[in-house]
């Protein structure tokens, strides 16, 4: 274990604690977390509901999801203590405007034609025009208020939606904002993993599959097999700082058997923490999305609460670092995700649902961190 000289959960328990703000009267809304999942489609709702629903059980004050309208009244009808925005939009959106276009533009042209059901090469010129006029300046109003912002869980694939993706994390890197990207993001990054190069205020969490598609993208050789029965392995961990580093010192979170945090922080030194608590023996969909929620909490109380000194527990000396903060968040979401499944486990079994993990977040944040 390489971080801040820990030797033990219990010494990163109590860096940990460090960026968790008290419960007082003297902060108002807003000031302990505001977070956004952009996430949702048509068929795609529980995972960015999982992700914002366990960020708000942590203890994030203002927790958003920004999803595509067909998801949205499906999403604002599993809880009301979301805040859902049905900015986004895909394919089919993006051909009703093509189509409305046309018309509009018949009358002085001589011929038209009707959309097809996918953008074709010659819709290229209008896609972009598309996203930034319909799509874009309602998104960008809401993140400008937001601490960290959590891309990517139930997504999908849909290439408007994708393209459109791109254009939001190239505007959140203009503010030098926290994201985190997760699930179909993670595909979009394994298309072109250019888009977050360098951009070291990041957190990717990968499965192995996920991360497999991600070496591939940048020329690493990995064979899933090789580490799925030894996964607690030097090689392992050489090969994760290495993508870390080819990507430019972003954080990684691979997902697993054990859990696995690498970086590289600005002086080249190889950070790492590795969770090896026991979570749940069922593996069920959602799991990663409460993972993405909790550290997404985590790292807006350390990124804006606790650097911003706004309770009296963080000005104290010495403040850590931006590496150490990322780092220290996913060790805890990691943490708080593994113990509230292995508790639901214990008393549900077979039959677990993650929406049964969520009813352990609170049991689990007052075993460690209280």
């Keep these: 274990m390489n971080f ?9 328990i109590s860096i940990c604690k460090k960026i968790i703000p008290p419960l007082s009267p003297n902060l108002y ?4 977390g505001r977070i956004a999942v952009i996430g949702g489609c048509e068929d795609y709702t529980g995972a960015p509901f999982f992700s914002a629903h366990s960020a708000s059980m942590l203890g994030c004050d203002l927790t958003h999801v920004i999803c595509e309208s067909n998801a949205a009244t499906v999403i604002k009808s599993y809880t009301p203590d979301l805040m859902v925005h049905p900015y986004l939009k895909d394919t089919n959106s993006y051909n009703q405007w093509k189509l409305k276009e046309i018309l509009l533009n018949s009358s002085s042209s001589s011929s038209s034609s009707s959309p097809s059901s996918s953008p074709s090469s010659s819709d290229i010129n209008d896609i972009e025009p598309f996203i930034k006029s319909q799509v874009l300046p309602k998104i960008q109003l809401l993140l400008e208020r937001i601490h960290v912002v959590v891309i990517g869980p139930g997504f999908g694939r849909d290439p408007i939606m994708l393209k459109t993706l791109e254009l939001i994390i190239n505007e959140l890197k203009k503010s030098d904002k926290p994201i985190i990207l997760d699930a179909d993001a993670l595909y979009l990054l394994s298309i072109h993993p250019n888009i977050i190069k360098n951009y070291s205020n990041c957190i990717i969490t990968p499965n192995i599959v996920e991360f497999k598609r991600i070496c591939n993208s940048i020329n690493i050789e990995f064979e899933i097999n090789e580490f799925l029965n030894n996964l607690n392995n030097e090689k392992l961990i050489e090969l994760l700082q290495l993508v870390s580093l080819k990507l430019g010192n972003i954080t ?3 997902k697993g058997l054990n859990d696995y945090i690498v970086t590289n922080n600005s002086d080249n030194n190889k950070l790492l923490i590795i969770n090896d608590n026991i979570g749940s023996f069922k593996r069920v969909g959602g799991q990663g999305d409460t993972l993405t929620g909790l550290i997404s909490c985590l790292w807006a109380w ?6 911003n000194q706004l309770f009296p527990q963080s000005k104290l000396n010495p403040i850590l670092n931006d590496e150490q903060i990322k780092m220290i968040s996913c060790f805890g979401g990691s943490l708080l995700t593994r113990n509230s499944a292995n508790l639901a486990f214990k008393d549900y079994g077979r039959s677990l649902q993650t929406s049964d993990i969520h009813k352990y977040i609170n049991k689990s944040y007052n ?4």
């Design 29 to 32: 809304k807003g000031q302990a």
């Design 252 to 254: 990684i979170l691979l």
């Design 302 to 307: 350390g990124s804006y609460t606790y650097k």
């Design 367 to 370: 075993q460690f961190f209280n």
């Design 4 to 12: 801040m000289g820990c030797k033990t959960q219990k010494d990163l």
